[in-house]
């Protein structure tokens, strides 16, 4: 437990550190979100078996690491078709060694782990003085949720939630990690706005109790999905980078989901007024 929150503490520093030093140093968050990208699809070719077939590892690490700086779909686009070229060339060369199934997989969480983060860099483009606020709120969205979830289901915790795909998550820790996801959301709102700001600034309230209600339930979707995935592949944790909580996968896989989810609504119901 005591190492599961000091870990936590690190990960919510380190991102501090980048909304603090976004104005000097705007490509940290690029950098991070790189990193991230890159060591997720590492430990799902390890977790897959595929770690020691360099002909996929290497475009895959190179495609994941190269989206978060992209600046437009074009450059986008242009990445994933040399992707593919690569891919399903290694593919064909070595066919004797690999399979249709195992390239249809890695290249699935390549385009799907790398393009979610990555709205974490468009999220803050939406708002030049705001727009780390909202990358913070998208992060938060997705941690908060399981941290209440986690605490709710180990105090509380009865009625199994999925006992088929995540044995330890609980209905009463659903419930726990609702509430305390949509007051936690709600005060960050409060205290940017009345203490950050000193009430100069508004935030849409409406906007943030979308993000704390529905975030919560697509943060599970990706914690569960990703659970779904360690059963298939018959492992416990994709690594064991942060103590406490297992690999880079096992703390971001509900971050790839509510993030896009975050950047879809605050494009249309901005948070900052």
Request: with cysteine.
């Amino acid at each position: 437990m005591k190492q599961r929150i000091l870990s936590g503490a690190v990960l919510v520093a380190f991102f501090a550190a980048i909304i603090v030093f976004n104005q000097s140093f705007p490509l940290a968050l690029n950098i991070a979100v790189a990193l991230i990208s890159a060591a997720s699809i590492f430990e799902l070719t390890k977790a897959l078996g595929l770690a020691r077939k360099w002909f996929l590892v290497v475009p895959s690490l190179a495609a994941a690491a190269a989206v978060p700086f992209c600046g437009g779909n074009e450059m986008q686009f242009l990445v994933y078709c040399l992707y593919s070229l690569m891919l399903f060339t290694a593919m064909i060369l070595y066919h004797h060694e690999t399979s249709f199934k195992e390239v249809a997989v890695l290249y699935s969480m390549v385009v799907l782990i790398p393009c979610a983060l990555q709205t974490l860099v468009t999220l803050r483009s939406l708002s030049v003085h705001h727009g780390m606020f909202y990358v913070l709120i998208a992060v938060l969205a997705a941690w908060v949720a399981d941290v209440g979830a986690f605490f709710a289901g180990t105090f509380f915790g009865k009625h199994k939630l999925c006992p088929e795909i995540s044995p330890k998550k609980t209905v009463e820790g659903a419930i726990g990690g609702l509430v305390v996801n949509v007051a936690f959301v709600m005060l960050c709102g409060l205290f940017f706005s009345q203490v950050f700001y000193g009430g100069e600034k508004q935030v849409n309230y409406l906007s943030l109790f979308l993000i704390g209600f529905f975030g919560t339930f697509v943060s599970m979707l990706g914690d569960l999905s990703f659970s779904l995935i360690k059963r298939s592949c018959h492992i416990k944790d994709f690594g064991q980078v942060i103590p406490g909580h297992g690999g880079i996968l096992d703390r971001f896989d509900s971050v790839i989901f509510t993030a896009p989810f975050v950047y879809l609504l605050v494009e249309y119901l901005p948070i900052v007024m």
